[in-house]
């Protein structure tokens, strides 16, 4: 079993950054891709980034250029860097890890960015 835990989350004007961070425990070992998803009210869940154990990354292409992912395997994190945050961006996001028998969620973070 893993275990997921966002933070960061919050409230920022358009144009703010926020950097969120999820740390990972349990099974740890086992574990592949880890990324950040998101949930807007009303809409489904969407993919924002992920990074391989390998740290190649890949983005949606609404983030592309704005938004920054990174791992830190030793201290079993990872990280997403948001810059020009735009108000459609509002929503919880998500830490999600693949492998070891996953995929695993976290509880989420709220981003609640104002216009």
């Known amino acids: 079993q893993v275990q997921l835990v966002e933070s960061g989350g919050g409230l920022v004007q358009a144009g703010g950054s926020l950097r969120l961070s999820c740390a990972a425990s349990?099974?740890?070992?086992?574990?592949?891709?880890m990324g950040w998803y998101r949930q807007a009210p009303g809409k489904q869940r969407e993919l924002v980034a992920y990074i391989t154990s390998g740290r190649r990354s890949t983005y949606a292409d609404a983030v592309k250029g704005r938004f920054t992912i990174s791992r830190d395997n030793a201290e079993n994190m990872v990280y997403l860097q948001m810059n020009s945050l735009k108000p459609e961006e509002t929503a919880v996001y998500y830490c999600?890890?693949?492998?070891?028998?996953?995929?695993?969620w976290g509880q989420g973070t709220q981003v609640t960015v104002s216009s």
């Open positions: 999600n890890a693949q492998g070891g028998g996953g995929p695993y």
């Open positions: 349990g099974s740890i070992f086992r574990l592949d891709a």
